[in-house]
Structure formats: C-alpha cells, structure tokens
C-alpha cells in the first residue's frame, strides 16, 4: 500500500510539470533491454547457442566418422558428398570440425569451472582476512603473472605429458590470477561496510558472510570474465593443440586440424582454413556475448574487463 | 615516488626469486625423466638394456645426483654469474644457445611491439574523433576481429596469400639484417604483423574509448572555445591524458608478445627463443626451459616496473602512497 501511494504522488508531481521521474524497471528488465539491444551481441548468442548443439548432437550432425581413416577418399577437394573435403587419411573434414567443437567447449568449459573456483576462494580469502594469509595468497599469484598464458600452460602440459586433461589442467592455473585480481578487490571494499559489521556483531561466522555476502556481490564482474575467459581459453587450447600439445590422435581439435592442413596448405588451403574460421567464430561469439553482458550488469566495469 | 620505485623494487625482487623456485621445482615434480628420453633418442635402444653406471655417470655430469635445494642453489647461484647450466639434449651451455636465439625473438618482438603502439593508437585516436564515420566503421570491426583472430591461423593465411599464390614475400625462415638487410625484412614482415595483431587491435580499442572519454572533459571544450585547430587540441591537449590506459596494456603486450613469438616462430620456421621453448618442452630438456621461462619472467616484470613507475610522469595526479 504504501508503495503505491509514492507512485501515485510521483505521478502528481510530474502532472503538475515538474521533471518527469524516470519510468521505474527492474534490474532484470533493465538487464533484457541492455543484453537484447545490440545486434552484435545477439549474433554472438546464436554462434554459442549453434556451438552449444553441434557439440551436444555432434554424433547426429556429423555425416561421416570423424576418426576412421579411409584411404581410398584421401584429400578429396569440397564435393558434395564431403562438403568440406577430406583429410590425408581420408576422414571427412566435416565431421571433424563438428566433433572438434567438443574437445573447445569441454576444455573451455572445464578449465574455466576449475580456475574459476580456486581463484574467487583464493581472492576473497585473502581480502576478507588480510595479513599473513594475504601476503601468501597475493604472492602466489603474483608468481603467476609474469608468464605469458601460452608459455605457462605450454610447460605445465608439455612437462605433464600432453592430453586433452593435462591441457585442462594446464589451463586452470594459468587463468587462476584474474578471479583471484577481481575478487580479492571487493573482498578488500566489502568487509569494511556497515553490513558486514553487522553480520559479526550477530555472530555470523567467517565462512557464511564470506559465502553469503561477499561471494553476491563478485557475481557481476565473475560472470563477465568467465565468459571472456571462455573465449581466450579456447583461444589458447587452440594453440597448444596446434603446437602439437593436447588430444591425442585420431582426436579431433580445431588447432591441431589447422596445424594438419598446413602441411597441404598449396593444394588444398580448406584443411587449414575452415578450423581455423571455426575457432575464430566461436572466440568472437565468447567475446561479443561478454562484452554484453558487462553492459548490461554493471556498466562501470567497462575498461577494468 | 622514490620510496615507491623502492618498494615496487623490492616487490618485484621478491616475485622473481619466487619465480625461480616456482620454475625449478615445477620442472623437477613433474614426470618425465629427461636423461632416459635424451638417451632413447641418442642409442634408439630399449631403455632396459642400458648399463645403469652410463645413467648414473650422466647424472652426475650434469649434478642432477645432488638433492635438489643444492641443484637449485647452484642454478640460481649461476644465473647470477650468467650461467645458465647445460642442456642435456644439446649437450651444450644454455647460455650460449640463448644468446643466438634470444636477440632474433627480441628484434622481432621490438619491431612488434613498435607497430602495435603506433598502428594501434593512430587508428583508435582516428575512429574515436571521426566517431561513426566510415574510419570508425572500418577500424572498430577490425578491431574485434584482431582480438580473436588466432595469429597461427592469420599467419597461415597470410602464407597462403601473399606468399604461395601472388609470391611477393617469403614464406618462412629468418636472414640477419646485417646480413641482408632487404630480405630480412621481407622475412619479417608477415611475422610481424601476426605478432603484432592482438596488441594493435587492443591499442586501438583501448585508446578509442579512452579518446571518446577524453574529447568530452571541459578542458577540451576550453581548447576548442579558443579558436584551436583540430590538430593542436588532438596532439597537445587530448592525446596525452588519453595515453594513461593505453600504456597499461602495452606493459601487458609484452607478456603476449612473447607469447605469440611462441606461435609465430613455429609458424615462419624463425630460429629464436619461441620455437626452442617448444622443442626443448617436447625433449623434456629441463635447463633450456628454465632459462628460458626466468629470462621471460624477468622482462615481463621490468616493463610492467617500467610502466608501473611512467604513470607518475604522464599522470603528475597519479599519487603514490
């Protein structure tokens, strides 16, 4: 009731020619209208809802196995029962790309699940208890940095032995710094408010504000980096397979398909060159999704993600 | 300011010598004993039939009998004095191999480093004053596609392009410019290029939207208001305060740089340090690998030193405290 009585004194106000006050939405509206708006970004969300189910269903879109070699089809050009051509082995390129967006989404998705967690626990228990526990934590990531994510992944799996779960492992520690960079901020700004005051003076413990008051409000900026990440991590499992680092063969991988063509590249350039726009597509897809959806739940990490 | 200089000094002294342990005990907990690989590779005969006094012998050339807090301080103790031990594969000092390869990563990387800045900030600056205008429609597209273009892939088409079908450059391969100088950057141009591309499109945004915020502020309207040539407000008034953001990431451009060189060199058949990483990571060769990464690590630090203390002097509102 009392809500309504505000409204309906605002309405008056604006009636009698004051400034208009501006139209009430939620957070969800205002997030719809902002993610919805631009066609950039809608583009992005088809590319990762196609991604999504090629990688899903790729057993039933895939014309031909992608893994049994075949010599008597070796390097077809583009036909129309190989729309894409075949490889030196004879296996359908085709086929292999659309088995190839399992291996880019399962090591994205992975990679970014484990990172993901280790880092927001690392940054926020660093910044909520500060001191000794600070310093070790901070440092450790600080060892981190200074390797290009590329180099760092590539000595952790090369030394690991290669294989698509050295890879994913190899990955996480290299995408470990970011989270615990954004959270261990707002971990630092959040513990110092009146609410969290609040919370211990009625005894909350530790891990509960932690979990139930800090973690919240690290959602946005969280979100927006998975999601870049997502895109740089296929990005770089692309050129570890490419270095000839991750699934082993007759596994199917977008960089080691690019890396395979390239040996063929005078006569038959599609090898290299369809894997490697499949790549870029779902990179820019990743990218253009996240840029949206840091416009649209808080505009004013723009520039810091 | 000094006493920040000093405390980021000794910050990043102490990241490094964290770095160091970091990269020693890394190399030695994972598995792999690079001595049997070596020596599969150099008999190419089964490893069970190999005499254990050869092993034990080799172990001990190369003190890898003596426990490892020893082997790291003698590592650490050398990389003061310049060396950087043996590596097992080419049974010669990583020193040395370094000094041959590291100067052609460092030149292309220089070179690199110098088209993204100045390609970047031009074309950010141009499309954030001629905001929705057809530069702007041009470079603000290209700009996506530069941050997610996989540079082993543009390096391919680029091969493919000007190389095998209008065979105007050279399609791999690297010459001294002291030795030909006209080749040589022939050979480099399409590395450089592919190196270069994410740092030239992230320049270009980053300044784009630091421009745009910038040309905004009061100050800009004051420059304009008093009958100042675009130009004069552009070069002395706005692009300096839009450089601040800018320089941020190229202290980050480093770190991909030597990252891309790892790509780019497998790509071109460039003999610099990139390329041994990878072929030194396949031959389990630990020594090459650790030099490396610490010559890496320690670059990648200065210039982020560097950058850390040029805010101060292009932003004089930056305070330290």
């Given at each position: 009731m009392v809500k309504k009585d505000q409204e309906s004194t605002e309405k008056d106000t604006t009636v009698s020619g004051f400034a208009e006050a501006p139209p009430r939405v939620s957070e969800r509206q205002r997030f719809q209208r902002v993610f919805f708006s631009r066609k950039i970004v809608m583009f992005g969300m088809v590319i990762l809802v196609a991604l999504v189910f090629t990688a899903i269903f790729a057993n039933l879109l895939a014309p031909y196995d992608p893994y049994k070699p075949d010599m008597s089809s070796s390097l077809l050009p583009p036909n129309r029962e190989h729309l894409l051509g075949t490889d030196i082995f004879g296996r359908d390129t085709l086929s292999r790309l659309i088995y190839g967006s399992r291996t880019a989404l399962a090591v994205g998705f992975i990679s970014v699940g484990i990172a993901s967690v280790i880092g927001i626990v690392a940054g926020i228990t660093a910044g909520y208890f500060g001191g000794i526990t600070n310093i070790i934590i901070m440092r450790a990531i600080d060892t981190l940095m200074p390797f290009p994510m590329i180099v760092l992944a590539l000595i952790v799996a090369g030394m690991l032995g290669g294989g698509i779960h050295n890879v994913i492992i190899a990955l996480s520690i290299a995408t470990i710094p970011p989270y615990t960079r954004v959270t261990h901020g707002l971990a630092l700004s959040v513990k110092e408010t009146d609410y969290i005051l609040a919370q211990r003076s009625m005894g909350a413990s530790h891990l509960r504000i932690m979990m139930n008051h800090i973690l919240p409000n690290a959602f946005p900026p969280i979100i927006v980096l998975m999601t870049m990440m997502l895109g740089s991590l296929i990005l770089a499992e692309a050129g570890l397979s490419f270095l000839g680092?991750?699934?082993?063969?007759?596994g199917a991988a977008w960089g080691a398909m690019v890396n395979d063509g390239y040996k063929y590249l005078q006569d038959h350039p599609i090898l290299s060159f369809a894997p490697g726009l499949a790549i870029m597509l779902v990179v820019f897809a990743f990218n253009m999704v996240g840029d949206g959806l840091r416009d649209a739940l808080d505009p004013r990490l723009r520039g810091l993600l | 300011m000094t006493t920040f200089i000093i405390r980021r000094l000794l910050h990043g002294l102490v990241v490094l010598v964290l770095v160091t342990i970091l990269i020693f005990f890394a190399m030695r907990l994972l598995p792999g004993d690079p001595l049997l690989i070596y020596l599969a590779q150099q008999s190419q005969q089964n490893l069970r039939d190999l005499p254990p006094e050869v092993l034990e012998q080799l172990r001990h050339e190369f003190g890898l009998d003596k426990p490892l807090p020893v082997q790291y301080a003698n590592w650490l103790s050398g990389i003061f004095k310049g060396d950087l031990g043996d590596s097992f594969f080419y049974r010669q000092s990583v020193g040395k191999m370094l000094l041959d390869r590291f100067p052609v990563t460092v030149y292309l990387g220089i070179l690199a480093m110098i088209v993204s800045i100045i390609l970047g900030i031009l074309s950010g600056m141009l499309a954030a004053i001629r905001r929705g205008k057809w530069v702007d429609n041009v470079v603000t597209p290209l700009t996506y596609i530069g941050v997610t273009i996989p540079i082993f892939w543009l390096g391919i088409l680029m091969i493919y392009v000007f190389g095998l079908k209008l065979n105007l450059l050279p399609i791999a391969g690297f010459t001294s410019p002291f030795v030909d100088f006209g080749l040589s950057t022939k050979q480099l141009i399409m590395p450089v290029f592919c190196e270069s591309i994410f740092g030239i499109a992230s320049n270009a945004r980053q300044m784009r939207s630091s421009m745009l915020e910038v040309i905004r502020q009061d100050y800009i309207r004051t420059a304009w208001s008093k009958g100042l040539k675009e130009r004069v407000v552009i070069s002395k008034h706005a692009l300096k305060n839009s450089l601040i953001p800018v320089i941020t990431l190229i202290g980050m451009g480093v770190s991909f740089i030597f990252g891309g060189s790892v790509l780019v060199e497998t790509v071109f058949a460039i003999p610099g340090v990139g390329r041994l990483l990878v072929s030194s990571i396949f031959n389990h060769d630990y020594m090459v690998v650790q030099g490396i990464t610490i010559i890496i690590a320690l670059v990648v630090l200065l210039v982020n030193l560097i950058v850390d203390i040029s805010y101060g002097w292009l932003d004089p509102r930056i305070r330290y405290g």
């Open positions: 680092i991750g699934i082993e063969p007759p | -």
